[in-house]
């Protein structure tokens, strides 16, 4: 239209006409038209934060002074912190009039803001004047207050305009933009789509992707219209597939035929009163807003899909709710107890953030991260995300190093919050240890968080540029933040990103590819959207189409980087597929059971005529399709689709890219031991780790051999490693506890692993057993040679002198005695167990009864030589036989009871000896064990009392002393071997017990025996009647 106009008043001028376009009238009209028109896009570039930043850095270089600095930099930040418009602080020449812009009387500094009253702006042309506050900021370079106070002290109080030269003439706008755009151009920033106004639309930009509302922005900004609006780039890819989707679903034969689906998009634009328009609008259907009237019958709304926030969503339930009408979120997680997810009409095409909490969990196990930090919204979400999560951390052994709530309010905190944020977020990611960071909360919450960090010391900026994995939720989308140009985000590079599952329609990839900016046609949203994207504006009759920032039209979305468009479908593009698929979906089974039920009744009525949105509900409850892309769709209990999440590795490019790798995927309908699949050799980490697994732990692994230590004072994820104890060990790295070896196993001496332990006992192959066994054989030989002496000379007086055949028992006892050794030598059986003690205990009852019998014999048979004696019907082999056998079936009673109750057995003791099993017999019942030594101590104990009692009665040969000593010798030998049997273990208390049974046995042979047997054989002229009555006499 202003082309047309241009070229009518330039005709109307060379035919010497008069030029009606300059008529008010026309003038007045041509501006009411502008207002019913959509407005252009302003395609002058905001500026970044970063990008002032880097000017500022560079006004010391350009700048012909350092005063020339302090004003550039003072200037600077006041025109981009205060969003001032340039012409409110500075002429537009150094002649122009300068009584309207700011002047030194109206700055208030304080000591941590500044106070600037404006006196005129383009809104307040009668100067009734307004306040703008600047806060200190923690960034030396980017804090207005610093930077205002030192160039005041150097421009000193002379009155006149704020920002003049050192001459006193003011700063002029085009003093201003010149060497501001050097200071740019050497910063490395493109100044070609940049204006003055730059500095004012990068203050609105940045404060919108921090998520101020649209009121605080206008109220900041001190606009009166929405222009500033324009600057707020969307989601274009949500708007592209609920076409596409739509699209798809007119252009299917299969389902609803015959009707077509026609949608209406509103914009939020986050902000709360704009959402609850939108919606009054939609319900009453009057571009004049009349509460309760429904004016335009055409339009049947039928559902509701949005929003992306949980807010909006919620505020969206509240009144959609009371009218029944169904609403497919795309975006929002719930917490468990608002009450939004228990109403009826409220539907979500996203998991269970119950899985997004396992698959945290999981994801944290799989690389052993356990000293993390979190960031957390400062919202109800958060506080529910903690409310779950931090159990479920404590759970896994997982510990946070510090939780730091980020706000996202929609008003600027104020100075002091501003500063202690920007303190604590440095000290936190100071942690070297806390290399793992989960960053839960929306768009919004991130760039809150860049914020402070920016806000934050240059030097803590490049310092925590790496060193971090950052763990995102999937309601944080980087697509948005890249669209941001200027921001630094090398700090998420090799991020690890939850997302919403989603899988390629058919067909999008290809409808994308053929979209053109040129078909705007119904598409309000296309022009903006490329003009924002491709940096070029549309063509009109009074522009050059040979000027390069004049948009071809031909431009396609996949030349676009994927910081700005994204060709792959997302995952909230993919929720609000499969939610127009549900709802066409469900009408087509409300279509079909209509029609049927038509059809028995003859009613010719199309099946969709005056359906009520709450009439889907049943149908849209209990759908189950498959999609275009081979996945089956449907709701659960709680409404939400059966769906999952997937991982994503995410690499912020060169060329301000943004590339997504799938990693790995969180899905609940998987089986068992399928549901958490990490492809870990498809993560690319961070530079900084050089492709090294990174560690986030309060300590340092402790290796095998070690235990975990708690700290006092501190969380359980920081320990000391203290050495196993003795006889404990542990495998694995990080064990909280060390464990013994199973019984047949001990530790090794590092104590991180078991070595089999050797089955012990004393064998014959070995020096010992064979010493011992030597030696048993040689006392039998003996004994059989004693025997086999009496047996031979048993006529001999001396062999008839005591009772002969108590002799032989006693010469065959200690025989089996020296035999019975045998029994505990060699690899423990059953047999041998049973008849071991048993028969060592008969055995020697029976040589200690032949004793007893032999000493009381000697002792009868003296008292028996007195006159008159009663005793010497006694004399004679009954009592000596007596004696013997009365003995003797004692302890065979004793050791009948032992066997047939608790009989010994054999046993490996795996306990009481380090790295041995010791093979041995054990006794069943050490009651009957101790009894049956306990029966043989009091024979022995009894027979060393007579025969010390008889050892000098005069008698030729009187055996009562030798027994004296065979059972001196016989007592000492067992006393010592009880503290020692009982102290020692293995083959050395086997051997022990053996040498007993020799000694004794050995010392009752010896001390019995040999003096009759040196007789016999070498002094035969003693063995004799003659000799004994001899003596006698």
Same mark, same amino acid.
């Given at each position: 239209?202003?082309?047309?106009?241009?070229?009518?008043?330039?005709?109307?001028?060379?035919?010497?006409?008069?030029?009606?376009?300059?008529?008010?009238?026309?003038?007045?009209?041509?501006?009411?038209?502008?207002?019913?028109?959509?407005?252009?896009?302003?395609?002058?570039?905001?500026?970044?934060?970063? *990008?002032?930043?880097?000017?500022?850095? /560079?006004?010391?270089?350009?700048?012909?002074?350092?005063?020339?600095?302090?004003?550039?930099?003072?200037?600077?930040?006041?025109?981009?912190?205060?969003?001032?418009?340039?012409?409110?602080?500075?002429?537009?020449?150094?002649?122009?009039?300068?009584?309207?812009?700011?002047?030194?009387?109206?700055?208030?500094?304080?000591?941590?803001?500044?106070?600037?009253?404006?006196?005129?702006?383009?809104?307040?042309?009668?100067?009734?004047?307004?306040?703008?506050?600047?806060?200190?900021?923690?960034?030396?370079?980017?804090?207005?207050?610093?930077?205002?106070?030192?160039?005041?002290?150097?421009?000193?109080?002379?009155?006149?305009?704020?920002?003049?030269? /050192?001459?006193?003439?003011?700063?002029?706008?085009?003093?201003?933009?010149?060497?501001?755009?050097?200071?740019?151009?050497?910063?490395?920033?493109?100044?070609?789509?940049?204006?003055? !106004?730059?500095?004012?639309?990068?203050?609105?930009?940045?404060?919108?992707?921090?998520?101020?509302?649209?009121?605080?922005?206008?109220?900041?900004?001190?606009?009166?219209?929405?222009?500033?609006?324009?600057?707020?780039?969307?989601?274009?890819?949500? @708007?592209?597939?609920? *076409?596409?989707?739509?699209?798809?679903?007119?252009?299917?034969?299969?389902?609803?035929?015959?009707? #077509?689906?026609?949608?209406?998009?509103?914009?939020?634009?986050?902000?709360?009163?704009?959402?609850?328009?939108?919606?009054?609008?939609?319900?009453?259907?009057?571009?004049?807003?009349?509460?309760?009237?429904?004016?335009?019958?055409?339009?049947?709304?039928?559902?509701?899909?949005?929003?992306?926030?949980?807010?909006?969503?919620?505020?969206?339930?509240?009144?959609?709710?009371?009218?029944?009408?169904?609403?497919?979120?795309?975006?929002?997680? *719930?917490?468990?107890?608002?009450?939004?997810?228990?109403?009826?009409?409220?539907?979500?095409?996203?998991?269970?953030?119950?899985?997004?909490? +396992?698959?945290?969990?999981?994801?944290? /196990? !799989?690389?052993?991260?356990?000293?993390?930090?979190?960031?957390?919204?400062?919202?109800?979400?958060?506080?529910?995300?903690?409310?779950?999560?931090?159990?479920?951390?404590?759970?896994?052994?997982?510990?946070?190093?510090?939780?730091?709530?980020?706000?996202?309010?929609?008003?600027?905190?104020?100075?002091?919050?501003?500063?202690?944020?920007?303190?604590?977020?440095?000290?936190?990611?100071?942690?070297?240890?806390?290399?793992?960071?989960?960053?839960?909360?929306?768009?919004?919450?991130?760039?809150?968080?860049?914020?402070? =960090?920016? *806000?934050?010391?240059?030097?803590?900026?490049?310092? #925590?540029?790496?060193?971090?994995?950052?763990? #995102?939720?999937?309601?944080?989308?980087?697509?948005?933040?890249?669209?941001?140009?200027?921001?630094?985000?090398? =700090?998420?590079?090799?991020?690890?990103?939850?997302?919403?599952?989603?899988?390629?329609?058919?067909?999008?990839?290809?409808?994308?590819?053929?979209?053109?900016?040129?078909?705007?046609?119904?598409?309000?949203?296309?022009?903006?959207?490329?003009?924002?994207?491709?940096?070029?504006?549309?063509?009109?009759?009074?522009?050059?189409?040979?000027?390069?920032?004049?948009?071809? @039209?031909?431009?396609?979305?996949?030349?676009?980087?994927?910081?700005?468009?994204?060709?792959? =479908?997302?995952?909230?593009?993919?929720?609000?597929?499969?939610?127009?698929?549900?709802?066409?979906?469900?009408?087509?089974?409300?279509?079909?059971?209509?029609?049927? !039920?038509?059809?028995?009744?003859?009613?010719?009525?199309?099946?969709?005529? +005056?359906?009520?949105?709450?009439?889907?509900?049943?149908?849209?409850?209990?759908?189950?399709?498959?999609?275009?892309?081979?996945?089956?769709?449907?709701?659960?209990?709680?409404?939400?689709?059966?769906?999952?999440?997937?991982?994503?590795?995410? !690499?912020?490019?060169?060329?301000?890219?943004?590339?997504?790798?799938?990693?790995?995927?969180?899905?609940?309908?998987?089986?068992?031991?399928?549901?958490?699949?990490?492809?870990?050799?498809?993560?690319?980490?961070?530079?900084?780790?050089?492709?090294?697994?990174?560690?986030?732990?309060?300590?340092?692994?402790?290796?095998?051999?070690?235990?975990?230590?708690?700290?006092?004072?501190?969380?359980?994820?920081?320990?000391?490693?203290?050495?196993?104890?003795?006889?404990?060990?542990?495998?694995?790295?990080?064990?909280?506890?060390?464990?013994?070896?199973?019984?047949?196993?001990?530790?090794?001496?590092?104590?991180?692993?078991?070595?089999?332990?050797?089955?012990?006992?004393?064998?014959?192959?070995?020096?010992?057993?064979?010493?011992?066994?030597?030696?048993?054989?040689?006392?039998?030989?003996?004994?059989?040679?004693?025997?086999?002496?009496?047996?031979?000379?048993?006529?001999?007086?001396?062999?008839?002198?005591?009772?002969?055949?108590? #002799?032989?028992?006693?010469?065959?006892?200690?025989?089996?005695?020296?035999?019975?050794?045998?029994?505990?030598?060699?690899?423990?059986?059953?047999?041998?167990?049973?008849?071991?003690?048993?028969?060592?205990?008969?055995?020697?009852?029976?040589?200690?009864?032949?004793?007893?019998?032999?000493?009381?014999?000697?002792?009868?048979?003296?008292?028996?030589?007195?006159?008159?004696?009663?005793?010497?019907?006694?004399? +004679?082999?009954?009592?000596?036989?007596?004696?013997?056998?009365?003995?003797?079936?004692?302890?065979?009673?004793?050791?009948?009871?032992?066997?047939?109750?608790?009989?010994?057995?054999?046993?490996?003791?795996?306990?009481?000896?380090?790295?041995?099993?010791?093979?041995?017999?054990?006794?069943?019942?050490?009651?009957?064990?101790?009894?049956?030594?306990?029966?043989?101590?009091?024979?022995?104990?009894?027979?060393?009392?007579?025969?010390?009692?008889?050892?000098?009665?005069?008698?030729?040969?009187?055996?009562?002393?030798?027994?004296?000593?065979?059972?001196?010798?016989?007592?000492?030998?067992?006393?010592?071997?009880?503290?020692?049997?009982?102290?020692?273990?293995?083959?050395?208390?086997?051997?022990?017990?053996?040498?007993? =049974?020799?000694?004794?046995?050995?010392?009752?042979?010896?001390?019995?025996?040999?003096?009759?047997?040196?007789?016999?054989?070498?002094?035969?002229?003693?063995?004799?009647?003659?000799?004994?009555?001899?003596?006698?006499?």
């Amino acid at each position: 239209m202003a082309g047309y106009l241009a070229a009518l008043a330039f005709s109307s001028k060379s035919q010497g006409l008069a030029d009606t376009t300059g008529d008010f009238r026309v003038r007045r009209m041509l501006e009411g038209w502008s207002r019913e028109c959509p407005v252009m896009a302003d395609s002058r570039r905001p500026l970044s934060p970063s *990008a002032v930043q880097g000017a500022v850095e /560079q006004f010391a270089v350009v700048c012909r002074s350092p005063y020339e600095a302090a004003l550039f930099h003072a200037a600077t930040l006041v025109l981009f912190f205060g969003a001032f418009r340039a012409g409110e602080l500075l002429p537009r020449g150094r002649n122009s009039p300068a009584c309207k812009v700011m002047q030194l009387g109206d700055v208030v500094i304080g000591q941590d803001v500044v106070q600037l009253r404006l006196r005129f702006s383009k809104t307040d042309q009668r100067g009734r004047g307004q306040l703008v506050s600047l806060h200190r900021a923690t960034n030396i370079l980017l804090c207005p207050v610093r930077a205002l106070s030192h160039y005041t002290a150097l421009r000193g109080s002379a009155p006149g305009c704020l920002f003049i030269h /050192q001459d006193g003439c003011p700063l002029s706008q085009f003093q201003f933009w010149t060497v501001a755009c050097r200071a740019l151009t050497a910063a490395g920033v493109d100044t070609g789509q940049l204006s003055l !106004h730059s500095f004012r639309i990068g203050a609105a930009s940045t404060a919108s992707q921090l998520g101020l509302s649209g009121e605080t922005i206008q109220r900041i900004g001190r606009w009166r219209s929405a222009t500033y609006k324009s600057v707020m780039t969307k989601f274009y890819q949500h @708007l592209l597939v609920l *076409a596409f989707a739509v699209k798809e679903i007119n252009a299917s034969p299969e389902i609803l035929p015959n009707i #077509t689906l026609g949608f209406h998009i509103y914009d939020t634009y986050n902000d709360v009163k704009l959402t609850y328009r939108n919606m009054l609008d939609l319900l009453f259907k009057s571009h004049r807003f009349v509460p309760n009237y429904k004016c335009d019958s055409q339009k049947n709304l039928i559902a509701l899909i949005g929003a992306l926030d949980f807010g909006n969503s919620f505020y969206m339930a509240d009144i959609f709710g009371l009218y029944k009408i169904p609403q497919l979120s795309y975006g929002s997680f *719930a917490p468990e107890e608002n009450a939004v997810t228990q109403t009826s009409s409220f539907y979500r095409t996203v998991p269970n953030e119950t899985y997004q909490y +396992g698959g945290i969990i999981q994801l944290l /196990q !799989h690389f052993g991260w356990t000293w993390i930090g979190l960031f957390v919204a400062d919202d109800e979400s958060g506080d529910g995300f903690l409310r779950v999560l931090e159990p479920l951390l404590a759970q896994s052994r997982i510990c946070s190093a510090f939780t730091e709530r980020i706000p996202h309010q929609s008003h600027l905190p104020d100075t002091d919050a501003i500063k202690s944020m920007a303190e604590n977020i440095p000290q936190c990611l100071m942690d070297e240890k806390a290399r793992i960071i989960v960053l839960y909360g929306e768009t919004a919450v991130l760039l809150w968080l860049l914020m402070y =960090i920016f *806000a934050a010391s240059v030097d803590y900026k490049e310092d #925590t540029a790496s060193g971090k994995v950052w763990i #995102t939720t999937a309601q944080t989308e980087f697509l948005m933040l890249a669209i941001s140009r200027g921001w630094d985000f090398e =700090i998420f590079e090799g991020a690890i990103s939850f997302a919403i599952h989603s899988n390629e329609p058919w067909g999008f990839q290809a409808y994308l590819q053929d979209i053109r900016c040129s078909w705007t046609q119904g598409d309000r949203f296309r022009k903006v959207f490329c003009e924002h994207a491709f940096g070029c504006t549309f063509p009109t009759p009074s522009t050059s189409t040979e000027n390069d920032e004049t948009c071809t @039209l031909e431009e396609k979305l996949e030349s676009l980087p994927g910081c700005i468009f994204e060709m792959s =479908i997302s995952g909230h593009s993919y929720g609000i597929y499969n939610a127009v698929f549900s709802v066409a979906h469900a009408l087509h089974e409300m279509y079909l059971s209509r029609s049927n !039920h038509r059809a028995k009744v003859g009613d010719e009525m199309l099946g969709l005529e +005056g359906v009520q949105p709450w009439q889907l509900h049943q149908y849209l409850q209990n759908i189950s399709f498959n999609n275009s892309a081979g996945e089956r769709m449907s709701f659960n209990e709680k409404r939400e689709m059966v769906t999952g999440f997937d991982f994503l590795n995410v !690499h912020f490019l060169p060329n301000s890219s943004l590339k997504k790798v799938k990693t790995g995927i969180v899905d609940p309908n998987a089986l068992e031991g399928k549901q958490f699949v990490i492809e870990e050799d498809k993560i690319v980490w961070h530079r900084h780790f050089n492709q090294v697994l990174p560690l986030s732990v309060c300590t340092d692994s402790c290796q095998p051999g070690f235990q975990k230590k708690k700290r006092e004072r501190e969380k359980f994820c920081c320990y000391e490693c203290a050495p196993c104890p003795e006889g404990k060990i542990s495998a694995e790295k990080d064990m909280p506890e060390c464990f013994a070896c199973p019984e047949d196993e001990y530790p090794n001496k590092e104590k991180n692993g078991c070595l089999p332990k050797v089955i012990n006992f004393l064998s014959y192959e070995e020096p010992l057993g064979i010493c011992l066994a030597s030696v048993a054989v040689s006392f039998s030989l003996i004994t059989v040679l004693v025997l086999a002496t009496f047996i031979k000379h048993k006529d001999t007086p001396i062999v008839k002198a005591n009772n002969r055949d108590i #002799t032989y028992t006693l010469l065959l006892s200690l025989l089996l005695c020296f035999l019975s050794s045998f029994l505990f030598l060699g690899k423990r059986t059953k047999g041998t167990c049973f008849l071991q003690q048993s028969a060592f205990g008969i055995i020697f009852s029976l040589a200690i009864s032949c004793v007893l019998a032999k000493t009381i014999t000697v002792v009868v048979a003296f008292m028996a030589t007195k006159p008159s004696s009663s005793m010497r019907k006694w004399v +004679g082999k009954m009592l000596a036989n007596s004696i013997v056998l009365s003995c003797t079936l004692i302890q065979i009673g004793i050791c009948g009871v032992w066997l047939g109750t608790s009989p010994p057995f054999p046993d490996l003791d795996k306990q009481s000896v380090t790295g041995e099993i010791i093979a041995e017999c054990n006794e069943g019942s050490v009651i009957m064990f101790y009894l049956v030594l306990g029966y043989m101590g009091f024979l022995s104990i009894i027979s060393f009392t007579v025969a010390f009692l008889a050892r000098k009665l005069p008698d030729s040969f009187n055996e009562a002393k030798f027994i004296t000593f065979s059972m001196l010798m016989f007592c000492s030998v067992w006393l010592s071997f009880v503290p020692a049997y009982l102290s020692s273990k293995g083959k050395a208390m086997v051997a022990e017990e053996i040498f007993s =049974i020799l000694a004794s046995s050995a010392g009752l042979l010896a001390c019995i025996f040999f003096p009759k047997c040196y007789i016999i054989l070498l002094r035969p002229d003693l063995n004799s009647r003659k000799h004994l009555i001899k003596r006698n006499n």
